[in-house]
T-cell receptor, first 113, second 114 residues
Framework: KQEVTQIPAALSVPEGENLVLNCSFT??????LQWFRQDPGKGLTSLLL?????REQTSGRLNASLDKSSGRSTLYIAASQPGDSATYLC????????????FGTGTKLQVIP | GAVVSQHPSWVICKSGTSVKIECRSL??????MFWYRQFPKQSLMLMAT?????????EQGVEKDKFLINHASLTLSTLTVTSAHPEDSSFYIC??????????FGSGTRLTVV
């Protein structure tokens, strides 16, 4: 059974700092990995999707890396802003079968002005 | 891009009543739909996987008789919470495979049972 863990569970940083969120998964037989943000009481916003054959993806101030063999992914946020405050979730899609998606435990980020 | 429309976005119901949540794929055919539940301050947990025209596959610990899933067409999947109780209060969200590498999510439904 796939288990996805995110560290840290919560993070508070001053505005402008660069930060790294971590995601680890136990089963490396994945199809892809996706990072989302979730604002309080809202749905999910997709940030980056990395295919299993890729090492990283970039979008603006965000960079996500994937090391499938070690079961790890990181989300790097450069020059953090108060608007980045949200909960960040990684989600792993299995290869094969129904390609079930397992979500991580989440990291709650607060960027202080 | 692929869009999944989920309704209602929020609902309050009395204990013992049933609530139906709908997810429609607007511009693509969703042969497979996933249903998730999120309790406060927790991550999303997969409840079940539904395939068009067949019975849903439920995750361990999810009561299939309580959470009825119907996927009768390629563009519509429904989740019915039967005889809802306060402990069923949660955020429910659906997701569909778009045929490519990604999948798209509905906007979610916040259910409050009083």
């Amino acid at each position: 059974k796939q288990e996805v863990t995110q560290i840290p569970a919560a993070l508070s940083v001053p505005e402008g700092e660069n930060l790294v969120l971590n995601c680890s998964f136990t089963d490396s037989a994945i199809y892809n990995l996706q990072w989302f943000r979730q604002d309080p009481g809202k749905g999910l916003t997709s940030l980056l999707l990395i295919q299993s054959s890729q090492r990283e993806q970039t979008s603006g101030r965000l960079n996500a890396s994937l090391d499938k063999s070690s079961g790890r992914s990181t989300l790097y946020i450069a020059a953090s802003q108060p608007g980045d405050s949200a909960t960040y979730l990684c989600a792993v899609r299995q290869s094969g079968g129904y390609q079930k998606v397992t979500f991580g435990t989440g990291t709650k980020l607060q960027v202080i002005p | 891009g692929a869009v999944v429309s989920q309704h209602p976005s929020w609902v309050i119901c009395k204990s013992g009543t049933s609530v139906k949540i709908e997810c429609r794929s607007l511009d693509f055919q969703a042969t497979t739909m996933f249903w998730y539940r999120q309790f406060p301050k927790q991550s999303l947990m997969l409840m079940a996987t539904s395939n068009e025209g067949s019975k849903a596959t439920y995750e361990q610990g999810v009561e299939k008789d309580k959470f009825l899933i119907n996927h009768a067409s390629l563009t519509l999947s429904t989740l019915t919470v039967t005889s809802a109780h306060p402990e069923d209060s949660s955020f429910y969200i659906c997701s569909a495979r778009t045929g490519g590498p990604g999948y798209t999510f509905g906007s979610g439904t916040r259910l409050t049972v009083v």
